[in-house]
RNA sequence: CGGGGUGUAGCGCAGCCCGGUAGCGCGCCUGGUUUGGGACCAGGAUGUCGGAGGUUCGAAUCCUCUCACCCCGACCA
């Protein structure tokens, strides 16, 4: 490609509105153009490297036997209403009526089509396994769209289904999933961990997802280096404490704490460390009103609380339903001398706990020396119900959990029997009776990944992609290209000759500065850059350089060709 | 949805408090000089000041409404 005959729109400043890197970056670099919250325009620049990390996917997912197809983006209503999703789903569902006045979704995932496609296909267990899938444009209304494309409305995603005439079948493809996407990240060159995944709205039993790991990413990983462990934050287990209960060693006392909410600082007023305390949090499940306990350091896992039986689904109770059913407002409550109507819900850490620190139920003040049994009940529930922290026991008990962050850029779920048993999708076994087919679904962000290996790779001067996607593998810089005919032969050459060898190539041949081309070519993220002047010619060389380190190598320039299919492989 | 903030040229911003009809940097156009790290000189184009209504002789500026965008949101302990 020739920059001349190319789109290439860099900006000095990069748009107010960008909070993250990725973001930043990618609109400096000219990649995408917002058009609406969440929604971009990919310019050709952008496009070529969505592509590329398209193919890589198409290539993975043919080599592990799967089958491309193409689902409309536009749903009939029907579909939704059968499986219940109309209902279950929420505003998040881009919902909207045809000239005829009938309803249709955008489809945010597509399980209810191809389970469609399935049940009208597939008679016979002899017509399975079968896996499906599609790189294809999805809209989902998010609450707050944000990072640019990494959480956008619209997005392209693989999305890939399989079908199964046993669990074991489906187990088996469930592996080679988790295995083909170990490939595809891989081979895009990022930093990644498949992590224990909570299976959220999807539904379904076993789930894993994929992280791109990055500071900026917004789940939280708990890992353990020794047994290779690991969990998104929402799903790891926190282990029962290994000790049991203290005894009792002092007496319960109420001390006053005027002006102190919070754990921390009712910990700093009474010189106690904040693991002491205990905060209570009030939740409403229908009209019925439970304390959820946690030690002070703690924080609540909304995932875990809403998996529990008695509190699916709960929300916050308001400060007027604290104050009816605790006589006092928010920021002193506790669990001492409440009700026998009031639910107690204690993490298992707070069970444990002796001589702890509570709110009084009255304004100003605090409980300390509190103890079960003695000042207070049992609690009515023990669960496991906090987020892990660092240094945590390991859930397979084998060292101790260490977090960090990552971007989520594959999900795989086993569905088993939910769609496939709403939607009647069945096949006759061998013995001719008519069974239920297992499914499994397997999600890949596509344009989540742009976004996620820039996050990982880049520097002050831009992005630096990993040659397997970036927009172009080469880029050959002549200096003085309108001026100097000597340059303008030898990058000619070059760039035929570099062509032939198949390489994907850019030519700068626009005559801008070399200061100029040197920061596009840097922003842009091309990995290797091949400089022609008129001052190496002159001794015959010219200079080879690679983004990350920018050490530049001086060529013979009749070497270069060989030089480069000696460095890049061919 | 609640809270906070911002809308002025393609991008980044000033002007707004103290009304007098718009400015800076980058980019863009023309000519010239330059050419190994975002050049220099000279000339030039570009705005319904997010939209609607109001106050006023006069509104980017004051008032009301609206739209768009950005940031934050269990921390009840």
């Not at 929420?90 to 009526?97: M, S, T, W, Y």
């Not at 896996?131 to 990072?147: A, G, M, S, V």
């Not at 462990?229 to 029962?240: F, H, I, K, Q, S």
């Amino acid at each position: 490609m020739k920059a001349s005959q190319f789109f290439i729109a860099t900006l000095k400043e990069a748009p107010a509105d960008a909070e993250v890197i990725s973001h930043k970056l990618m609109l400096r670099a000219g990649l995408i153009k917002r058009l609406a919250g969440g929604i971009y325009t990919w310019m050709p620049l952008g496009l070529r490297i969505l592509r590329k990390v398209e193919n890589v996917v198409r290539e993975e997912m043919n080599r592990a036997g799967a089958i491309e197809l193409l689902m409309p983006a536009v749903v009939p209503a029907e579909l939704w209403q059968e499986t219940g999703r109309w209902d279950q789903y929420g505003p998040e569902l881009l919902r909207f009526k045809d000239r005829h006045q009938r309803d249709f979704v955008i489809g945010p995932t597509h399980e209810e089509v191809i389970a469609d496609v399935a049940r009208r296909e597939i008679k016979s267990y002899r017509q399975l396994p079968l896996h499906l899938y599609q790189i294809q444009t999805k809209f989902r209304d998010e609450i707050r769209p944000r990072f640019g494309v990494m959480r956008g409305r619209e997005f392209l995603m693989k999305d890939g289904y399989s079908f199964h005439a046993s669990y074991e079948d489906l187990q088996r493809e469930y592996q080679n999933m988790h295995d083909t996407y170990s490939r595809i990240f891989t081979r895009l060159g990022l930093k990644f961990r498949a992590v224990a995944a909570d299976t959220g709205s999807i539904g379904g039993t076993g789930s894993h997802e994929f992280h791109v790991l990055a500071d900026s990413g917004e789940d939280a990983i708990a890992f353990c280096p020794d047994s290779g462990y690991a969990a998104n934050v929402e799903l790891a287990e926190a282990v029962a404490p290994a000790v049991a209960r203290n005894g009792h060693t002092e007496h319960m006392l109420k001390v006053a704490t005027p002006g102190k909410t919070r754990c921390e600082d009712v910990a700093e007023l009474l010189r106690l460390p904040v693991t002491r305390t205990v905060k209570a949090i009030a939740v409403m499940h229908d009209e019925q009103f439970f304390l959820l306990l946690l030690r002070g350091d703690h924080s609540l896992n909304e995932v875990k609380a809403s998996k529990l039986p008695f509190l699916n689904p709960f929300r916050f109770a308001s400060d007027q339903e604290v104050e009816q059913h605790l006589g006092c407002r928010p920021g002193y409550i506790g669990p001492v001398g409440i009700g026998p109507g009031i639910a107690v819900v204690a993490d298992r850490t707070v069970a444990q706990m002796s001589d702890f620190v509570c709110g009084a139920n009255e304004a100003g003040y605090h409980l300390t020396g509190v103890n079960w049994s003695r000042d207070l009940r049992e609690p009515d529930y023990v669960f496991d119900i906090r987020n892990v922290v660092e240094g945590d026991s390991s859930p397979d008990g084998r060292g101790r959990l260490e977090l960090c962050r990552g971007i989520e850029v594959g999900h795989i779920f086993q569905l088993r029997s939910k769609y496939s048993e709403a939607m009647k999708a069945t096949f006759l076994d061998e013995s001719g009776q008519p069974r239920i087919m297992e499914m499994g679904c397997y999600g890949i962000g596509v344009t989540r990944i742009v976004g996620a290996a820039i996050e990982q790779n880049h520097d002050e001067r831009g992005i630096i992609f990993p040659r397997n996607i970036a927009p172009f593998e080469v880029a050959i810089a002549p200096i003085g290209y309108g001026k100097s005919q000597s340059v303008r032969d030898a990058a000619s050459a070059l760039y035929a000759e570099l062509l032939a060898d198949g390489y994907d190539v850019l030519l700068d041949d626009r005559d801008e500065r070399p200061g100029v081309m040197f920061a596009d070519l840097e922003l842009i993220g091309v990995p290797n850059r091949i400089t022609i002047g008129e001052r190496g010619l002159k001794e015959g060389v010219v200079e080879f350089q690679e983004r990350r380190d920018m050490a530049a190598v001086k060529v013979p320039l009749a070497e270069i060709g060989a030089f480069v299919r000696d460095r890049l492989g061919a």
